[in-house]
């Protein structure tokens, strides 16, 4: 293989994000390169849409609940409750234990319904009764008594319940809803996804050969033979 072969795979390779094996005997023609490289996209297009990029992610969030909660691998599917699965006893240890073995990382568990809503109406209450106490002894000046208590009950409060949060959070109550979690990003895609027809690539390798050959457009055929009729070295 010449240098200007060389020169001419590695823009092709550049420009459309396709790689050739070394034996480059069955291309001969610029049409046969034209070929090449459209099956390379086609087969890169069919890989991308064929290929669900939540699979991964569920077999691995299911094998780590299996391994945790010893439930049977056919109980765990994408609809299925994270309630159903894991005792509310044991959930704040498998939680972290769960995010440490699949490596991501998950909103923290929280207070059930019913105790969030009983600690806002004591809250609520206690806060009631330092601001009538407050302003009945101190007037006006009394107002800093409740804002100082409520700082202080809440402080406390977020402290002592933090046990009690075994409820999840919304984001989060289904397999599904964790393995969105697990997901690898999505990258934007890449110009050689843009390409959708075969004459936006005929026209593109037409300009490539062109340009690493120094060679007229007019003389860029599918039939032209690289070494013959284009001179390639």
Do not use: N
Not at 14 to 32: A, K, L, P, Y
């Amino acid at each position: 293989m010449g240098l200007d072969i060389v020169e001419l795979v590695l823009a092709v390779e550049d420009e459309f994000e396709v790689h050739f094996d070394d034996d480059w005997s069955g291309i001969r023609t610029v049409g046969d390169l034209h070929r090449v490289i459209c099956a390379q996209l086609d087969s890169q297009r069919q890989c991308k849409h064929s290929v669900c990029p939540s699979i991964a992610p569920f077999f691995a969030t299911r094998d780590a609940l299996v391994s945790l909660t010893s439930s049977d691998p056919r109980d765990v599917r994408p609809s299925s409750s994270l309630s159903a699965i894991i005792a509310c006893s044991e959930r704040r240890e498998i939680w972290a234990k769960f995010q440490s073995l699949a490596c991501i990382r998950l909103p923290a568990l929280t207070l059930p319904a019913s105790l969030a809503a009983t600690l806002k109406v004591i809250v609520g209450l206690i806060l009631l009764v330092t601001t009538i106490c407050g302003v009945a002894m101190y007037g006006a000046s009394g107002i800093l008594l409740p804002v100082c208590t409520a700082i202080a009950c809440l402080t406390v409060g977020y402290s002592a319940s933090r046990p009690f949060a075994v409820a999840f959070p919304a984001s989060c109550e289904t397999v599904a809803d964790i393995v969105r979690y697990a997901r690898p990003p999505v990258y934007p895609v890449q110009r050689s996804r843009q390409i959708i027809s075969t004459a936006e690539v005929w026209d593109k390798l037409v300009s490539i050969v062109s340009d690493q050959l120094d060679v007229p457009v007019k003389e860029i055929t599918p039939d032209a033979r690289f070494i013959e009729d284009l001179k390639c070295d």
